[in-house]
């Protein structure tokens, strides 16, 4: 019997959770400039978020996290995963700065996501998928592969300044035909393959690889018609094999 009650106490908890949780809005606090501000969000791991309504949905630009320096008002984003990511499904401009995140389910829709200032080291990419984000900024974070990447076909500005990545192989900047910015600053770099074959990125103006460990460096097989900016600051390399200067007609500065 004793069992018994428990397991219905049980049960009405789960029910009022349910309840409670299918109730669960979560309001703009601020909304300036068309961007809705949610302050005091909490996402685990363990939260069920199917519960979540954004009844401010309609809202295109939406941030979370530290944003005003009131006290109480960050946000804990731990996983942004797919789930969440339905209920605010109209967003196209998505920021989430210093909300602890370590997971992120990249949302396809999105067209600028700003998540710099996490812990980020899963970014999953569905390579089924199309996506449409034209700005990605992951600006401080623990990144070590970008491999995936490369399924991000429409991007144009990358920031993943201030990150672990160890090697970068140019080939993942050739499924990316409108990049613009690619910045690298800051990493662990010791290699950087200049890939397989030639990559031609014809909107290509400014790679950021300076503070890294780069000891040589070989872009023969690079064609960026439109890079002005190419910065090497802060890197032990010996070698610069710029050869065929043709390959980069606009190049202004080589910072070494
Ligand atoms: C090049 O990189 C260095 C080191 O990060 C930085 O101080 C400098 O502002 C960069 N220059 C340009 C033009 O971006
Ligand atoms: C410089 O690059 C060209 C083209 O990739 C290559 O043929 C040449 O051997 C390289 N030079 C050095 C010194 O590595």
Not at 100 to 117: F, H, I, K, N, Y
Not at 189 to 205: K, M, Q, R, T
Request: proline share 3%.
């Amino acid at each position: 019997m004793a069992k018994y009650g428990v397991l219905t106490l049980a049960t009405v908890a789960t029910l009022c959770g349910l309840v409670q949780a299918r109730f669960s809005h979560v309001a703009c606090q601020v909304v300036e400039n068309k961007w809705c501000t949610v302050q005091r969000l909490r996402i685990t791991a363990r939260t069920d978020v199917r519960g979540l309504v954004f009844p401010d949905d309609r809202y295109e630009k939406i941030r979370i996290g530290q944003y005003y320096d009131f006290v109480n008002t960050d946000s804990t984003v731990v996983v942004f995963s797919g789930e969440l990511f339905y209920r605010m499904r109209r967003v196209r401009y998505l920021q989430m700065n210093g909300v602890r995140m370590v997971g992120l389910d990249v949302p396809d829709t999105v067209l600028e996501l700003d998540v710099a200032d996490n812990w980020l080291s899963r970014v999953y990419i569905d390579p089924e998928k199309s996506y449409a984000v034209r700005k990605l900024i992951m600006r401080n974070n623990l990144l070590t592969s970008i491999g995936s990447f490369k399924y991000l076909n429409m991007l144009e500005e990358l920031d993943l300044s201030d990150n672990m990545l160890h090697t970068v192989n140019f080939d993942v900047f050739s499924f990316m035909p409108y990049i613009r910015v690619i910045n690298i600053a800051r990493n662990r770099l010791f290699s950087a393959s200049a890939g397989s074959g030639v990559i031609s990125l014809g909107y290509l103006e400014e790679a950021n690889l300076a503070e890294n460990q780069l000891t040589k460096l070989d872009v023969g097989v690079w064609l960026f018609p439109s890079l002005r900016m190419l910065n090497l600051t802060g890197n032990p390399i010996k070698r610069l094999n710029l050869s065929s200067q043709q390959s980069f007609p606009r190049l202004k500065s080589v910072l070494l």
